[in-house]
C-alpha cells in the first residue's frame, strides 16, 4: 500500500469550484505544504476576476473546471508563497506553458522514493544471475522474446507503467465493499510504527478521495 | 524575498549592425554572503562510504579514517551518519545514527581494517540505502564515497552505476566521490558525481585528502539554494548553448551547482543572433530570457522573476569601442581552457605528447590575463613534462571540472596576481587552488 502519491491528485479532474477547492487542497496537505491561506473558492473566483486562473467551461448553469485549473491554481499558490504580487503571478501565467506551472509543483524527496530506488536497483543486479541460469527451449525463447517487450507493451496502455512489478499480495477483508491487499514481503517486516503510519495514510487517502456533501 | 540574484551581462553590450553576432552572456546567479538572521542549518544526512580493499592498507586507508573523523565530529546533533566499507564485501560499520552519538560512530570507524577487492557499487547502494531511510524534503542527504580503485566486483559498468546516481539524486539522495592517488577511475567517480548531483575530488596521496574532504564540508554546511534549474528561452531565430555545463533535465533546463553563502554560481551562455535580427533601424533587440527554479534550505521550489537581455545594434567602429565586461571575459578564459583541457587529456591517454604539449600551449593563449588560469596550467604543463599520463590525466580531468563548475567570489579579480596565501583566506569552496590533487597548505 505504501504513502499515497500526491501526484495523481493531479490527474484527470472535473468538478465544480468546490470540488477544485477541495483538490487543491488535499494536495497541499498531502506534500506537507502549509498555505497562509487556503486554496477557497473565494481565492478561485478572485484568482479567475484577475485572470491568474483561466475562465471555466460554462455547461448550462454550472461552472466547470479542470485539471488545467487545479495546475493553475497550485502553481499561483506556490509563486504566492515565494512573494511574487498577484498582479506579476498574473502576467507569468498568460505566458507559461502547462510544463512551466507542472515543473513548479515538482514531487518533493522522500524516504520512500529513496528506499523505492534502492529497492528496484537491488533486484537489478540481482537479475543477470538467474537470466544466464535459464536454459532455453524454443517455447522459452519466445516467451522471454516477449517478457523482453513486455514494458513497451505496457507502455501503450494508457498509464501503463515503464516496468511491471510482480508481487504476491495478502488480502485482508474486513467487510464485503471494503478490502485491503498487501505485499507479502512487506507484512512480513511490518513493525507496529509501520502499521500505524499505513493506518495515517489511509485515513488522509480516503478523506482526499471522498465525494463532497456528505458530513466529515 | 527571493535571495538569489540572477542576472544576465553580455561580454560586449552590442550587437553588429547588419552583421551575425556571435554573443557571449554570463548568467550569474549570486548568493548573499551571508544567511539572514538566524536561518535555519540545512540538517545533513550522511553516509561515509569508504574503500578498504588491500590497495588502501596502511596510509591511505589511516587517513581516509581521519578525514570521516573530521566530518563526524563536525556534524551537530541535528545531523545524521552512517559509515559503510566495502572491499569484495559490504559491510555496514555504523548504521544511520543521530551525529549526537558521534563517540560511537567514531569508535566504530578506527576498527576498520584493509580487506579484499573493490564492490564499489556495492558499497555505495548501501550507504545510499543508509542515508535513503532518513530523506526529508529540507535535508541535505548524500553519500559520500572514498575510493583508489576500480570497481570491479558487483556491478562493474560505469553508465548503469551512473544512472543509479541519477535515480537516487531525483529521489532525492545525492553522491559525492573522492579519488584516492593513481588508481581509480576518474571517469566513473566523475560521473557518479554529476550524476548524483554531488562533487567529485581527488588527492594525489593520502595526505592530500583532508582539503577537499573540508571544502565539501565547509559547503554543505553553507548551502544556500540547491538543485538550480536554469531555463533559457532565446528569442525567435536566436540559437544559444551553454557552453560550460553539459547537463540538462528532462525538461530541457540547465543543472546548475548548488550555491553557498558568498558565492556566484554561474553558466556561460553563447547566443548567434542572426544578421537580420540587427539591422539598421530596430530599436533594442531583445535576445534572451531566463529564469531559475531551485530549493530553499528549508525545501521550499521557488523561481526567480524572469531577467532578459536585451542590447542595441551599433556599426563596426562603435562595436569595436564598446569595451568587454572582465569577469564575463575570466569566466569565458576558464570555460575555453577547461575545453581545451579535457582535448589534452585524451590526446595524454592516447600517448600522443606532441599534441598534449601544443594543446597546452593553446590553453595558455587562450587564458589570457586569467592569473590563476596560467597558474593552474603552468602545474599541468609541469606534470606533462614527466609524462606521467595516470597522474595527468587525474589533474586536467579534476581542473577542467573545477573551472567550468566552480563557485567564484563576487568580489575576485581575475587579472589580479594569483596569490595562494591570499586564497587561503578564503572561504574554503571559493578557494583557487593550483594544483586539484594537492593539498593548498602543503
Redesign the interface.
Known sequence: MGRIDPSTLLEHFEGDIEALSDRATAWLDLQ?LHDAEAPSSRVVRDYVQRGILSRPERRGRDAVYETRHLIELLAAR??V????PLA?IAEFMAGAKP?DLR??L?P????Q??????R???AR?AMPKEALMLRMTGDQMKASALRAAAPAHVAQIPGGHPHVRVERMSKLEFADDLTVLIGERRLAVMTFDDAEAIGRAVTAALLAAKPRGGKP | ??MIDLSLTPRRAALLEGLDTEVHVLVSIAAPDAPPGVAPRTPLNLALVLDRSGSMAGRPLHEAKRCAEYMIRGLTPADRVAVVTFDDAVDIVAPSTPASAQDGVVAAVRKIRSGGSTNL??GW?AG??S?????Q?GGL?RVILLTDGQANH??TDPHRIAQ?CA??A????TTSTYGLGDGFNEDLLQLMAASGNGRSYFGETAEDLMDPFREEFDLMRALCARQL?LKLEPAPGVEAKVINLTRVDA?G?TIVPDVAYGGVAWALVRLRVPASLAEAGRADVHLLTTTL?FQTTA?????T?PAHLRLSRLPAAAFAAVAEDPVVTARWQEARSAEVQEQAREAAAAGDWGRVDALIADAQRTAGDNAWAQESLAALEQIARTRDTLRFRKEAAYKSARMRERLYEASEDSAAAYDATFEQTKRSYLRRKPREGKNMSE
Do not use: F, Y
Not at chain 1, 522514493?113 to 534502492?118: E, F, G, H, I, R
Not at chain 2, 525545501?299 to 523561481?303: A, I, K, P, Y
Open positions: 506537507g506556490a509563486l508563497r515565494d512573494g511574487w506579476k510544463e515543473a513548479l515538482a518533493r524527496p522522500s524516504p522514493s529513496a528506499l523505492d530506488a534502492v528496484q536497483i537491488k543486479v | 524575498m527571493t557499487h556495492g547502494l545510499a540505502e542515508v535513503g531511510a532518513h530523506v524534503p542527504s558487483g556491478e543509479d535515480r537516487l531525483a529521489a532525492g539522495v534549474r525538461d533546463r527554479a525545501g521550499e521550489l521557488r523561481t522573476a
